[in-house]
């Protein structure tokens, strides 16, 4: 069974430029979470997907928007980017029909704001 | 506020030092807690997903446990390729969230 895939692995953008990020669930999953990763804050969630609608949302701004398709897969978009932003974003796949149901998580899209 | 705290922040032992991670978290219910290792520059891979205190799961070299308030993942014999950050997270039993809070991981490194 394939993994978690995202695309691009690896982005520079500068400053107020917008970027859009891909994930590919595992075949079957319907729940895709898309998270931040830097050295000085940890993992921090984002957003979640499930059957296309955004079912839940963490503490960041408007610039950071989400959607997924009917395939499941899902894309993230940020825009007027910001230094801040340089992070590794990481998108997870779930069956998303338990709380319980184990996350598993893609390679991650290294994102550089220069 | 559900919160989950690791310790210690990074570990250094030689190859077949055994030792232990902590997980303590403060949850006003536990539905699971999940161990992930992550290597640098990669998305954290699944290691075990535990219920219910008194649950224990074996992978390898790793073996996690569960009480009331903390986790511990043992690392017997350790490797060098046993190297990497090692997270855990909590799914309460409160609230509809189906995300996991993270803790801020523990960095192993295991010297030859």
């Known amino acids: 069974k394939a993994g978690v895939t995202q695309t691009p692995r690896y982005l520079i953008k500068t400053r107020g430029q917008q970027v859009t990020l891909s994930c590919s669930p595992i075949?079957?999953?319907?729940?895709v979470s898309w998270y931040q990763q830097t050295p000085g804050q940890g993992l921090q969630f984002l957003f979640e997907y499930f059957s296309e609608t955004q079912r839940n949302k963490g503490n960041f701004p408007g610039r950071f928007s989400g959607r997924q398709f009917s395939n499941s897969r899902s894309e993230m978009n940020v825009s007027t980017l910001e230094l801040g932003d340089s992070a590794l974003y990481l998108c997870a796949s779930s069956p998303g029909l338990a709380p319980t149901d184990t996350q598993y998580f893609g390679p991650g899209t290294r994102l550089t704001v220069l | 506020e559900d919160q989950v705290t690791q310790s210690p922040e990074a570990l250094r032992l030689q190859e077949g030092e055994s030792s232990s991670l902590n997980c303590s978290y403060t949850?006003?219910?536990?539905?699971?807690l999940f161990w992930y290792r992550q290597d640098p520059g990669k998305g954290p891979e699944f290691l075990f997903t535990?219920?219910?205190a008194g649950e224990e799961k074996e992978k390898e070299r790793l073996k996690a446990t569960l009480t009331k308030k903390e986790s511990f993942l043992h690392i017997t014999a350790p490797k060098p390729e046993d190297s990497a950050t090692y997270l855990c997270a909590v799914q309460p039993t409160s609230g509809g969230s189906y995300i996991p809070t993270f803790g801020r991981g523990t960095s192993l490194i295991v010297h030859p």
């Open positions: 535990l219920y219910s």
């Open positions: 075949s079957g999953h319907r729940s």
């Open positions: 949850v006003s219910g536990l539905r699971g």
